[in-house]
């Protein structure tokens, strides 16, 4: 059941404030009048630039902006996101961290006034706290001579370590941001060989968000469940003690903590979404996390996590699209890529429909089978015209289409794109709407990830997005986008799913393997219906989302 939320925090209002408004209020009435009377008299619009108010006019018969980039685009967008994004970062430094946005329809959801200020505030964090600064140096030696945790420190850090494919890596990286967030701990992240290259620096300032090398616990990328310093471990070791979370203290602590949220954890590491475990965490000054799930739906069960949560997140159901446009920024070499392909291939189109087709290996069903699941469900759904199998495309020849849609395919297996292609390219449509399919090339001489890092943020800005169930690609492609996906169903039994699709609730992406315990009720239950935000997801059975 969802409690009482708590009022949001609101800022001290000075009492002096009222004539300070007052004073203003007088200057901006009498001043452009004195100055209307005066000989040689500055124009109102002159007065305003003077003193730093920008005056845009646009008249009726003025042409109106074109939706893609234009020649001039930090001129003509919001390109720090309703305040998202921080201004003090170098353009040149990070050109997909401005531009990228500019590729998509402007999205509907704004951050809340809240979740900016708290952003600065980590920024500000990150800047004292950081790798670096003094502060991060004296961390870590205490960390390298300490069996135990050393008392309260005046930074707490959470390191993220990678695990499983790049789409799995980046939603367990927003949610692991997010917790960072609302612990008020330094987000680092243990760069893998093959994340080497990809991102830009999420963060202003000099402070990097990589862990840096030399760090005193060796061999993060072997973490596994079971691991001697994992969560789970120190509590069936009594090495850390719950019974009276509160009166816990943190010299009693071990230094740190491996917190083990994979898609293969237990019951005990399982209880990182207990309320009193939260408690005695935030005792520990470094948690070690390994995850390849998005797991931003179990904080919302922390009851401490719930109010500033809802702060943070007004509709919930925006929560990695905010925290994903903030936290990944694809580096000017991937940059590079994204916008040559975007603007050869995708810019001249009206609408853009991406396609991402991911095949289970534990269900397979044959290629052709799977293609027409995806045919039926852009037909039934009428995302794409249907095809007349007597006309050849050549025959149809309607002046009335004037629109123009293009279908990205993205996927290992090039044999869809390839029989869509020839689906539209042999027949024409029954509207006679011209249909382009498009599909990204392979990898060549690139890194795998950075071949799916431009996959993704071509996803992103497509219009529509169909994508296969399970798949964090393309949860990170529509999450990005801002658009609720129709979600193809998984096989069952080898056998296509029946409905073919289905209209997403949220554009969430989906906790594949929640908690099976529900420590309000101490017992195992259905977290689905714990609170009003959380759904069961469409793709996965077991699995939770968030839904406003």
Known sequence: MDRKLRPLPQPAVRSAAWPVGLLVALCFTTLPLFLALSPGRPTLFDLWQQIGIRVAVHYDDEPKPSSEPSDSPLE??????????????????????????????????????????????????????????????????????????????????????PGNHLGDRMVSMASAFLYALLTRRVFLVHMAKDMAGLFCEPFPGASSWELPPGFP??????????????YGTLLGAKKISDEDPVGVRSESLPSYAYL????????????????????????????????????????????????????????????????????????NKVWKMIQGYYTSYMAKFDEKIGIQITTLAGNPV??????????????????????????????????????????????AQQEYAERLKSMYYEHATVTGEPVSVLQPPGAGNQPQNHKVLVEMFLLSYCDVSVVSGWSTVGYVGHGLAGVSPWLLLPPTNQTVAHPPCVRAMSMEPCFHAPPTYDCRAKTNGDLGAVLRCLRRCEDVDGGLKLFD
């Open 76 to 161: 003509s967008r919001d390109i720090l996101l309703g305040g998202l994004l921080s201004p003090d970062v170098s353009e040149s430094t990070c050109l997909s961290r401005y531009l990228s946005s500019l590729y998509r329809k402007a999205s509907p959801h704004s951050p809340s006034p809240y979740l900016v200020s708290r952003l600065r505030k980590y920024e500000a964090l990150h800047r004292r706290c950081g790798p670096g600064t003094p502060l991060y140096d004296k961390s870590v030696r205490q960390l390298a001579s300490a069996h135990t945790s050393m008392g309260l420190a005046e930074c707490s850090y959470l390191v993220w370590t």
């Open 260 to 331: 083990h949220l994979a898609h293969d954890y237990q019951l005990p590491d399982q209880r990182f979404f207990c309320d009193d475990d939260q408690t005695v965490l935030g005792k520990v000054n470094w948690l070690l996390l390994r995850s390849d799930l998005y797991f931003a739906p179990g904080l919302f069960l922390v009851p401490q996590f719930e109010d500033e949560l809802r702060w943070m997140f007004p509709a919930t159901d925006t929560v990695f699209h905010h925290i994903g446009r903030y936290l990944f920024h694809p580096s």
């Open 217 to 230: 616990v060796h061999n993060l990328t072997q973490l596994r469940r079971g691991s001697e310093h994992s």
């Open 366 to 411: 044959s290629t052709e089978a799977y293609f027409n699941q995806i045919a039926a469900c852009t037909s039934q759904e009428k995302i794409l015209p249907e095809v007349d199998p007597k006309v050849a495309s050549s025959e149809k020849k309607e002046a009335a289409a004037t629109s123009s849609k293009a279908v990205l395919v993205i996927s």
